[in-house]
T-cell receptor, first 116, second 109 residues
Framework: GAVVSQHPSRVICKSGTSVKIECRSL??????MFWYRQFPKQSLMLMAT?????????EQGVEKDKFLINHASLTLSTLTVTSAHPEDSSFYIC????????????FGPGTRLTVT | GQNIDQPTEMTATEGAIVQINCTYQ??????LFWYQQHAGEAPTFLSY??LDGLEEKGRFSSFLSRSKGYSYLLLKELQMKDSASYLC??????????WGAGTKLIIKP
């Protein structure tokens, strides 16, 4: 149980375009999902906390108008990178709070974004 | 501020034992996680400690001392597939995880 999927797994886009990444909890309801970004050889950096039915909470330094988060249902959160630039190229990972544990997070497989 | 320290890289031999340390200074504490992450993949859960002491799970064990702000992950009978990064993360308020930079573990035959 507690499986989280992400789509797409890899995406290449041109500078200036927008990219949407989906995060789904497959066998449980996730009221809270987290979006992380990870650059090569670095740790995970929390970008935002996504709560179903309300606005996402963004970490300091993360532009909310550039990284749009929508958590419209209990099983789906989306991250849209708007007007992407090469410096947005990174590994984006979502996670969801598990159905039984308050603190454990279950991770999606990640999305490798490359902006050319 | 929040700070989590772990060694950048460690090397060990197949079949041996290795201990990866993690020290933390955080504004809150709701438990400490260890995750394994292979290159290009998402982290996978290994362990969760919220009380002091040792938690054993197969070849992996995790220890926590809250008074010392210290944890370690112990890997026994190392296998080549254990080559990965090991991430220490502390849960503070509101389910937020603060992550260490990860320890890259290299296993040699």
């Amino acid at each position: 149980g507690a499986v989280v999927s992400q789509h797409p797994s890899r995406v290449i886009c041109k500078s200036g375009t927008s990219v949407k990444i989906e995060c789904r909890s497959l066998d449980f309801q996730a009221t809270t999902m987290f979006w992380y970004r990870q650059f090569p050889k670095q740790s995970l950096m929390l970008m935002a906390t996504s709560n179903e039915g309300s606005k996402a909470t963004y970490e300091q330094g993360v532009e909310k108008d550039k990284f749009l988060i929508n958590h419209a249902s209990l099983t789906l959160s989306t991250l849209t990178v708007t007007s992407a630039h090469p410096e947005d190229s990174s590994f984006y990972i979502c996670s969801a709070r598990g159905p039984t544990s308050d603190y454990e997070q279950y991770f999606g497989p990640g999305t490798r974004l490359t902006v050319t | 501020g929040q700070n989590i320290d772990q060694p950048t890289e460690m090397t060990a031999t197949e079949g041996a034992i290795v201990q990866i340390n993690c020290t933390y200074q955080t504004s809150g504490f709701n438990g400490l996680f260890w995750y394994q992450q292979h290159a290009g993949e998402a982290p996978t859960f290994l362990s969760y400690n919220v009380l002091d002491g040792l938690e054993e799970k197969g070849r992996f064990s995790s220890f926590l001392s809250r008074s010392k702000g210290y944890s370690y992950l112990l890997l026994k009978e190392l296998q080549m597939k254990d080559s990965a990064s090991y991430l220490c993360a502390v849960c503070i308020g509101n389910y937020q995880l603060i992550w260490g930079a990860g320890t890259k573990l290299i296993i040699k035959p």
